[in-house]
């Protein structure tokens, strides 16, 4: 058994520390782009130390590796740091050599935030599962680029028993980009049950409502929205200060309720006079294993 498998072996044992010096042990006996690119994912995921895996996989990159494993974790930092011209490059490499889910989204995030929307729309759709979040991703591309029709019949065919379903408010932001009001509603009733309750998506639900002039169920879905908030700044009032819950993290969170009950109270008003409550969209960058000689992911060794 060699350093790498050793290594491999402590760390699926849990045996942190020992693992990682044996990986540090591979990169100081040989700089190959085995060792580093290991060395790079454990300071990555483990440490999360973005900066000292840069340093270990700029290196292993220099080497023109034939695998996609070092362009993947340089491309994800590059996504991490906000370089998105660097990881488009980086991961466009690691497609040609090895097409990944990975690369593909984490490729799309860069395009999106260069503004390359149907590149974007496009390595999304690539890396979409059954009604996921990557889904979501690519859908929202089509509404950017007013692919509307496209959109549409993408989230009517949204799956809710899905494993990696977006969820039921997901859909219903969706439909209220689209404008189909009636849709968006039935998804925000959907999973008013099941989400705890937010100035953004309740905020959401009443315009999409308004929208609709079902002002009955305005009033209901407002009045709900701050009983239930004015009962959670009772409970937290009643809470116990203790060692980690002092008596300025209780102040803050009472502050920070009682803000938001303000919210739902001028809710109505600020939508009446034409307010439109903005879709807050983020992107996410993805990783995996990428250890080589993982025999749990069924990774070989590197072979030159």
């Known amino acids: 058994m060699n350093i790498n498998q050793k290594a491999i072996e402590m760390f699926e044992q849990n045996e942190y520390e020992e693992a990682m010096g044996l990986f540090q042990q591979a990169v100081h006996e040989s700089k190959d782009v085995q060792s580093l690119n290991n060395l790079a994912w454990m300071y990555l995921y483990e440490e999360e130390d973005d900066d000292k895996a840069l340093e270990l996989v700029k290196e292993a990159v220099k080497m023109n590796p034939f695998s996609y494993f070092p362009y993947n974790i340089l491309g994800e930092i590059y996504i991490r740091q906000e370089k998105w011209k660097e990881a488009k490059e980086v991961l466009r490499k690691s497609i040609s050599i090895q097409p990944s889910n990975e690369a593909h989204h984490n490729l799309a995030i860069a395009y999106y935030n260069l503004g390359e929307l149907e590149e974007a729309s496009e390595f999304f759709l690539r890396a979409a599962g059954d009604s996921d979040n990557t889904m979501y991703n690519h859908i929202k591309c089509l509404i950017d680029l007013g692919r509307t029709v496209e959109a549409k019949e993408k989230v009517d065919a949204f799956n809710e028993k899905a494993e990696d379903f977006v969820g039921e408010i997901g859909v219903a932001d969706l439909y209220v980009e689209l404008n189909c009001y009636k849709e968006a509603i039935q998804w925000f009733e959907k999973g008013y049950k099941e989400y705890g309750k937010s100035p953004y998506w309740i905020g959401r639900f009443v315009y999409a409502l308004f929208k609709t002039n079902n002002i009955l169920r305005i009033n209901e879905v407002i009045r709900e929205a701050i009983e239930e908030k004015e009962e959670e700044i009772k409970d937290v009032m009643k809470e116990e200060v203790e060692e980690n819950?002092?008596?300025?993290?209780?102040?803050?969170?009472?502050?920070?309720?009682?803000?938001?009950?303000?919210?739902?109270?001028?809710?109505?008003?600020?939508?009446?006079?034409?307010?439109?409550?903005?879709?807050?969209?983020?992107?996410?960058?993805?990783?995996?294993?990428?250890?080589?000689?993982?025999?749990?992911?069924?990774?070989?060794?590197?072979?030159?």
């Open 245 to 304: 819950w002092t008596e300025n993290d209780k102040k803050e969170l009472i502050e920070e309720y009682m803000e938001e009950n303000n919210q739902y109270k001028k809710m109505i008003e600020l939508i009446a006079s034409g307010y439109v409550p903005q879709l807050d969209f983020e992107t996410y960058f993805t990783g995996a294993c990428y250890l080589f000689g993982c025999k749990r992911h069924n990774h070989p060794e590197y072979q030159k």
